[in-house]
């Protein structure tokens, strides 16, 4: 889709992929490189110091990129990192921004251990192709109102205003649907609490933000498949936040 799609799957292939970390975040990184990262220090420093650690424990290592778009400056990518033949696998959920050289000076991200599906889906399947792009700001305020007016709001009662009845769900936990959608918000005591950001390109909308989970505070990026102005797929990648004395930077968001 263009160069800053591009650097982000190349830093996360020849940093994670083949241990290049050096190299590859000072060829991609802009002159500052804010971290939401918890374990990660900001800078290019702390990005080395993490990796060095993160490589030398997982000596193998295996990346897939899923899906992946641009947004003005801002890059989205749907990853799969497989470590030491599969002694873990994770899903991940990134969003990066970048300075005028396409360079990255901010980064947030989701992981989480990647599971086995429930409901027939995975947490990674379905269509990755990008198309409407001329939707991208319609489908943008869409899940923009979805986010804050149903999940923060938790008014669950008015799903069928904004997804569709057959919604294709890749949450492991979740099956299809909107009723065990709202099952699911109700047995976990679901609360979005912030909407934070918002990137899209064509039928692919990102949003991430700060939910509670039985009372557990997490980060969320919540991923989106639009058809003619309605919801009809949904990924979610899902991190508890730590206390903040674990934190090396300023938080998740």
């Known amino acids: 889709m263009g160069q800053r799609l591009d650097n982000a799957i190349s830093l996360y292939q020849e940093a994670i992929g083949e241990g290049n970390f050096v190299e590859a975040i000072n060829k991609y990184a802009g002159d500052r490189y804010t971290q939401h990262s918890t374990p990660v220090k900001d800078g290019k ?5 993490f990796f060095a650690d993160f490589v030398d424990r997982n000596p193998v290592r295996e990346i897939e990129i899923i899906r992946g778009f641009e947004d003005g400056p801002y890059v989205f990518l749907h990853a799969v990192q497989t470590l030491n ?5 994770y899903v991940t959920a990134d969003i990066f921004d970048t300075d005028d050289d396409a360079r990255f000076v901010e980064h ?10 429930t409901g027939g889906r995975s947490q990674i399947d379905g269509p990755t192709g990008i198309s409407d792009l001329d939707q991208t700001g319609v489908n943008k305020e869409l899940v923009t109102r979805f ?24 949450n492991p936990n979740v099956a299809d649907g909107i009723a065990p959608l709202q099952a699911f918000a109700t047995e976990t005591a679901m609360r979005y609490v912030e909407l934070h950001k918002v990137v899209g ?18 980060a969320v990026i919540d991923l989106f498949r639009i058809e003619e102005g309605t919801i009809v797929e949904h990924w979610d990648v899902i991190e508890e ?13």
Not at 108 to 117: A, G, N, P, T, Y
Not at 201 to 218: K, P, Y
């Open 108 to 117: 947030w991200d989701i992981i989480e251990e990647l599971h086995e599906s």
């Open 85 to 89: 033949h599969g002694q873990y696998r």
């Open 45 to 49: 420093e702390g990005f080395i110091e």
């Open 147 to 170: 986010v804050t007016e149903i999940l923060v709001a938790g008014d669950f009662a008015r799903l069928p205003d904004f997804v569709a009845p057959d919604l294709a769900q890749h």
């Open 201 to 218: 390109a064509g039928n692919f909308v990102a949003a991430l933000a700060e939910s509670e989970l039985n009372g557990r505070r997490h």
């Open 241 to 253: 936040i730590t206390p903040e004395d674990t934190w090396v930077n300023v938080g998740k968001f």
